[in-house]
Each structure stands twice: as structure tokens, then as C-alpha cells.
Nanobody, 123 residues
């Protein structure tokens, strides 16, 4: 059973920071890449960041490069998304994803999903 549990969302002002966490409670994906997606109201789910299972490679969508950092603690089966300099356009539900096959940037490539955590950035 897929058990990806996100936390850390909230309401912040523009320019502030948040750190999202995703725990793989079933320890299912410790040897798989993991990622973060987001979905704003009325928009499609979009790729944000991904990290290989070793943590040696990371990938970001252009709009968050230099502001967001993805990392993982394999011992804790947890993936993090550090988000700095947040902007109102970052407002969305953020989803943790795991077990990709193929293009990391496509939601359909990912086999496991968390329930999502809301991030709201006020101007």
C-alpha cells in the first residue's frame, strides 16, 4: 500500500520560506526517485522538482530554480522541499510523488502519490 504523507504546508507572505516533508511510511520507495508536483486551482498538475534515489541528481522546473531545493534523508525515508523567496504564484496544493517510469516532468509517469498539502502565499 502506497503511503506517502506530506506535511509542512501553510499560509505565508511573499518572500518567506516553507519546508515541505514527505514521509514514505511504508519504506516502499527508498531506492526510487521521488518528486514534488503542484496544482493550482483551475490548472493542471505541474512538475516542481525531483531527486534520484541516491540524491546525487536533482531536477527543477525553471520557475523554481534558485529558490527551491529538494533533498532526501534515506535513513528517515523522507523527502524535503525547501521553498525560499515564495511568490503568490507558488500558491497550490503540493503533492509528493514516487516510483516514476519515463519522463519525470509528466504526472502520468509517477506511480505513487501523497494526499497533498496546501501552500498559500499572500502578496
Amino acid at each position: 500500500q502506497v503511503q506517502l504523507v506530506e506535511s509542512g504546508g501553510g499560509l505565508v507572505q511573499a518572500g518567506e520560506s516553507l519546508t515541505l516533508s514527505c514521509v514514505d511510511s511504508g519504506r516502499t520507495f527508498r531506492h526510487d526517485p521521488m518528486g514534488w508536483f503542484r496544482q493550482a486551482p483551475g490548472k493542471e498538475r505541474e512538475f516542481v522538482a525531483a531527486i534520484t534515489w541516491t540524491g546525487s541528481s536533482t531536477f527543477y522546473t525553471d520557475s523554481v530554480k534558485g529558490r527551491f531545493t529538494i533533498s532526501r534523508d534515506s535513513g528517515e525515508d523522507t523527502v524535503y522541499l525547501q521553498m525560499n523567496s515564495l511568490k503568490p504564484e507558488d500558491t497550490a496544493v503540493y503533492y509528493c510523488a514516487a516510483d516514476p517510469e519515463g519522463d519525470y516532468y509528466k504526472p502520468t509517469s509517477w506511480g505513487g502519490w501523497g494526499q497533498g498539502t496546501q501552500v498559500t502565499v499572500s502578496s
